[in-house]
């Protein structure tokens, strides 16, 4: 196993990163952000692409440096929260409501990219959710409640199909999500990043907002070389917490979330896919995966409130990679990370305004591409046009994540359901 060259395979691969300046000095704004991640990045644009031109955004570190730049790739519909559970809460107007908003969003990603012409390695090749189980009433259920309820039509792919296009015995049946795509995310957020740019929006890294006042009818951010005074504030900080209002970081959990990068396989790429699709399974700490444009396999899975070192990330994916792919024995891994994500505990964003001129967007649990840019627009209309669409959010605002207990309580539930699936896993093949 050699060492990490980089802290991940994405910033290792980028290409020029955009590169701007700490905030200095004191400036005048209509909006100002804090948080450079795929939240804050759609808010900026949604509201330049609204007309409105005064608009800052800061960021700690760099654009996309937290889960945003260093996630899976995938883009599809939908929530941390499953169709079920929405459908439950809010009824079937409410539901298909907010479902169809993430659907909106995917599409509207594919034409951000080919709008402003991001080079993002996208692959509009859809993506398969496999069963790790035999039985095959759970994905049954899922595309019935998908088409009746939400007008979304998941493929069926018999079990004999996926063996043909996933080269694994580890697999049952499949659903074939085609409104999906997959692509390196720190490129497409450094596109957004620019493009907002381009329109007007200020954008300043290195610039971690240190203290948020109210300021008459306005907001003061300060930052440790200046300041930004704005009639509105959008915090969007996600795992990564500013420390501004303490309601705000009370409402999430940082989790934890593994990926690996392997060596290029070329030809032996097709030793185990023979998809372009990004794949992931039934369980609930899933494996996922996808083939990158250089012939790697990016894998990704675990929840863990544990932030681990590449070189344990390397090991505990490892073993899950020959769990499915045995006669990839060998293959050398050159990039692993971990990175934090923020989790709230039902499982939805946290979205909406807290304060008079304060608005929030966070918590998009580990499914966050398409909700983070539906966040952004509902914000960009709010902001922009008073547009009422972000209060169906209402019901899932910021509940204590009751830390630190809630750490020790999100692990033992996560090794729960972990352990659930294992048993569950075990009696099938016990009984084959």
Known sequence: MQAMAAPSYYRASALT?????ALSGRREAAVCIVGGGFAGL???LGLAERGVREVVLLDAETVAHGA???????VF???SRGEAQLLAELGPRRAHSLYQGTQDAVELIRSRIARYSIPCQATDAGVLWANWFRDPAPLRARQKLLADHFDTRWDWVPREELAGQVLS????????ERNALHFNPLEYAHGLARTAAGQGVAIH????AIALQRDGQAWRVRTPQGEVLARQVVLACGGYLAGLRPEVDAGVLPIATYVMVTQPLGARMAEVLRT??????????????????????????RISVFDRSPSVVKQLLYRDLMKVFPQLDGIGIDYAWSGL?????????????VDEGLWLAQAFGGHGVAPTTFAGELLAAAIAGDDPRWREFAGYGLVSALKPAGFVGAQLSYWWLQARDAWRDRIERLSA
């Not at 990163?17 to 300046?21: E, I, N, S, V, Y």
């Not at 250089?294 to 894998?299: S, V």
């Open 17 to 21: 990163p955009p590169g701007f300046t």
């Open 42 to 44: 759609n808010t900026a």
């Open 68 to 74: 945003s730049g260093r996630n899976g790739g995938f």
């Open 77 to 79: 519909g939908g929530f």
């Open 169 to 176: 015995q580890r697999y049952g049946d499949a659903l074939f």
């Open 205 to 208: 890294e290195q610039s971690p």
């Open 276 to 301: 372009r699709a990004a794949i992931y399974d039934s369980r609930f700490a899933f494996d996922y995966y996808r083939p990158l444009p250089d012939t790697r396999l990016l894998w990704g899975g």
């Open 341 to 353: 994500m923020s989790y709230a505990r039902h499982q939805m964003p946290q979205l909406g305004r």
